[in-house]
C-alpha cells in the first residue's frame, strides 16, 4: 500500500464548477499536511498548509480528519488557470522535514 | 531572489558516464532535498540534508551520491548512469524551524540515459 494514495483522475469539469479531491494517509504518525500544485513540466508548489480545523484560501478549503488519515482539497468557482496536477503530501518524519507525495490528482478546467 | 536554482536544466548522457547535478538556494535554509519524479508517480525522495556537512538516504538512494559541502548548495552525482535513471530531478530546501516549513523547489533538471 502507497503511503500517501490519490485518485490520479483526470478531473475534467466546466469552468465554475466545484470540485473535491481526497487523499488518504497510512501513517497515523504523520504530523504535517500539504496541497502542493503542479503545472505540467514545472516545479511543485506549495498552494496550501492543512491544519486540523480546516482551512481556508480564497476559493480553495483544505480539511484534515486525523481518525480516519485523510485529507481533502475543495475548490470552488473553478477558472481555467486551475488546470493543473495537484498533489497530496505529508510529513511523517517529524522536524527533518522530509516529505512523502502522492502522486497527484490530475485537473482539466474546460471552458 | 532567485530561491532555489538547478544546473543544468537539460542533460542527455550514454549508460556509464556520471555526471553531477548542482543545487544552489540563497535563502539560507537549513535543510535541502533531492527528489526524482516519474511518470505515474509521486516524488520519490533520494537523499536529504539537515546541514552543512551532513547527508542522509532517502528512499531511493541506490546508484546516487550527494555531497554538502557549502550550506547553499546540494550536489547529486551519478557515477555510472543507468537507463532507469532518466527522470525529472528535482532540488529542494526547507527552513529548519517548525515541522510546518514547506519546502522551496527548484524549477528541475531532465535527464535522459541512453
Known amino acids: 500500500r502507497k503511503e500517501v494514495e490519490q485518485d490520479p483522475g483526470p478531473f475534467n469539469v466546466p469552468e465554475g464548477a466545484t470540485v473535491a479531491f481526497n487523499c488518504t494517509y497510512s501513517n497515523s504518525a504523520s504530523q504535517s499536511f500539504f496541497w502542493y500544485r503542479q503545472d505540467c513540466r514545472k516545479e511543485p508548489k506549495l498552494l496550501m498548509s492543512?491544519?486540523?480545523s480546516g482551512n481556508e484560501d480564497g476559493r480553495f478549503t483544505a480539511q484534515l480528519n486525523r481518525a480516519s488519515q485523510y485529507i481533502s482539497l475543495l475548490i470552488r468557482d473553478s477558472k481555467l488557470s486551475d488546470s493543473a496536477t495537484y498533489l497530496c503530501v505529508v510529513n511523517v518524519a517529524g522536524n527533518t522535514g522530509k516529505l512523502i507525495f502522492g502522486q497527484g490528482t490530475t485537473l482539466q478546467v474546460k471552458p | 531572489n532567485a530561491g532555489v536554482t538547478q544546473t543544468p536544466k537539460f542533460r542527455v548522457l550514454k549508460t556509464g558516464q556520471s555526471m553531477t547535478l548542482l543545487c544552489a538556494q540563497d535563502m539560507n535554509h537549513e535543510y535541502m532535498y533531492w527528489y526524482r519524479q516519474d511518470p505515474g508517480m509521486g516524488l520519490r525522495l533520494i537523499h536529504y540534508s539537515v546541514g552543512e556537512g551532513t547527508t542522509a538516504k532517502g528512499e531511493v538512494p541506490d546508484g546516487y551520491n550527494v555531497s554538502r559541502l557549502k550550506k547553499q548548495n546540494f550536489l547529486l552525482g551519478l557515477e555510472s548512469a543507468a537507463p532507469s535513471q532518466t527522470s525529472v530531478y528535482f532540488c529542494?530546501?526547507?527552513?529548519?524551524?517548525?515541522?510546518?516549513?514547506?519546502?522551496?523547489f527548484g524549477d528541475g533538471t531532465r535527464l535522459s540515459i541512453l
Open positions: 492543512v491544519y486540523s
Open positions: 529542494a530546501s526547507r527552513d529548519r524551524q517548525g515541522g510546518n516549513q514547506p519546502q522551496h
